[in-house]
């Protein structure tokens, strides 16, 4: 992959200080959790996503995890009052800089839902708030443009089992996005330690060498089948998305560690 498709990749999947807005688009703002009540958005009528309101996850079980993706119907109907359809372009944003992952999250399961351009705001809410007060300063609206023609470069996220993850971490990469400590009570066979906090520094991805070079220091090439995991899928869909950003694909195991270990036959190492 050439550095110029690594950088469309980047630029189709996250939205920096000066890039315009799609033309058309629908906002999201992800939190981890939040009252409902109390919920104010950032961006005037941007769709509330958390991991309690059934927008970035279902039910928690001991079959599917703590966070499985949300049942697929109830999130249809959602995404229709919020005008968002398959071909509406999506700018996602975390609505504080601790809920990075949950963005990404977002990302993910708005991509699963077949949303094919979908894009995270790079430093969220802040960075929202920022751009504002420059345009206003300038006496402009926020900058818009039309679909960028990068969309489509990235890899397309999927999601996959714990029979695929184990598969992967027997052949490939599987990288943990868990705490190190997690990770070294426990962790599926051959997985390597890679916690998702350390790819987002005060809300922001970091640089697109920093992540080829992370990824190089974990074995991750294109070559190689990759997968990633954490606790229940939501760190592990950061991993999942700042992989995605320099082209390289890496299914997410959405049960996670959740739905792995609830299962006394699964084998652990440590």
Known sequence: MTENTIVDARRSLLIGADDPIPAGARFVEARFTAPERIWTTTVEGALRASLDNGVLAGPRSREHGVFPLPDSARLAATLADAEIEIDTPVVVYAATPEDAKAAARA???????????????????????VRQSAESARGEN???SESADTVGIAPVPRAIDATDTAEIGHTGVLLDARPASAHAKGHIPGAVSAPGEELFVDGRLRAASELEDWAGELGVSRDTPVGAYCGGGVAAAGTVFALATIGIEAPLYVGSWSQYSADPDNPVEA
Do not use: I, K, M, N
Not at 107 to 129: C, E, N, P, T
């Open 142 to 144: 926020v900058a818009t």
């Open 107 to 129: 990302w993910f399961v708005l991509r699963d839902a077949g949303v094919h351009d979908v894009r995270l705001l790079d430093g969220g809410a802040d960075a929202w708030r």
